[in-house]
């Protein structure tokens, strides 16, 4: 059974910094990773997918990075800013059995701070 | 723009009373996803459509049901709605089931 998680739970930088996310999954054949932003009490806007060949993907300010066989992705935010405060959830598809299965991590929780 | 779009945004029932959310897209995706999220949690998959195939998960509790009438439209009834069925309800859809994921902006469920 795949397993997501996403470390640390809660981080909050000062406005500017560049920042890392963190997500590490358990098993390895994935068909992509989907990273979400939540802003409290609403839905999930997608950032970024990441197709299981990709190494990683950019848009704007940006980055998804994914090692599959270490199980690992990282996202990364450049020159943050208070607009980034959100929660930050990564979301993976699996690549046989089921590809609706999508197995979500419960998320780090962004604060930045002006 | 294309969108998913549910309704309503919030919605209080009571213990045992039913209710129906309702979620519509006009991406024209084959694909349409309920999941449950409950405060500080990961997204939970309710059950999905692949157009008018219904697949449900298996630990999705038989007081939830759910409707997909056309392409857009797909519906969520909680038949005898618990205190424990207090949650974000996020519908979700995609072109194909392996495509990205694009979600509306949720219903939050109270019960009293």
């Known amino acids: 059974k795949q397993e997501v998680t996403q470390i640390p739970a809660a981080l909050s930088v000062p406005e500017g910094e560049n920042l890392v996310l963190n997500c590490s999954f358990t098993?390895?054949?994935?068909?992509?990773l989907q990273w979400f932003r939540q802003d409290p009490g609403k839905g999930l806007t997608s950032l970024l997918l990441?197709?299981?060949?990709?190494r990683e993907q950019t848009s704007g300010r940006l980055n998804a990075s994914l090692d599959k066989s270490s199980g690992r992705s990282t996202l990364y935010i450049a020159a943050s800013q208070p607009g980034d405060s959100a929660t930050y959830l990564c979301?993976?598809?699996?690549?046989?059995?089921?590809?609706?299965?999508?197995?979500f991590g419960t998320g780090t929780k962004l604060q930045v701070i002006p | 723009d294309a969108m998913v779009i549910q309704n309503p945004r919030y919605q209080v029932t009571q213990f045992g009373k039913p209710v129906t959310l309702s979620c519509s897209q006009t991406?024209?995706?084959?694909?349409m996803y309920w999941y449950q999220q409950k405060s500080s949690q990961a997204p939970k998959l309710l059950f999905h459509?692949?157009?008018?195939?219904?697949?449900n998960e298996a630990d999705t509790p038989d007081n939830f049901q759910s409707r997909r009438p056309n392409t857009s439209f797909c519906f969520l009834d909680i038949r005898s709605p618990g205190l424990g069925d207090a949650a974000m309800y996020l519908c979700?859809?995609?072109?194909?089931?392996?495509?990205?994921?694009?979600f509306g902006p949720g219903t939050r469920l109270t019960v009293t």
């Open positions: 979700a859809t995609s072109r194909e089931s392996r495509n990205e994921q694009y």
């Open positions: 459509y692949y157009d008018k195939d219904f697949n």
């Open positions: 979301a993976v598809r699996p690549n046989s059995g089921g590809y609706q299965k999508v197995t």
């Open positions: 098993d390895s054949a994935i068909y992509n």
């Open positions: 990441i197709q299981s060949s990709q």
């Open positions: 991406l024209n995706h084959n694909v």
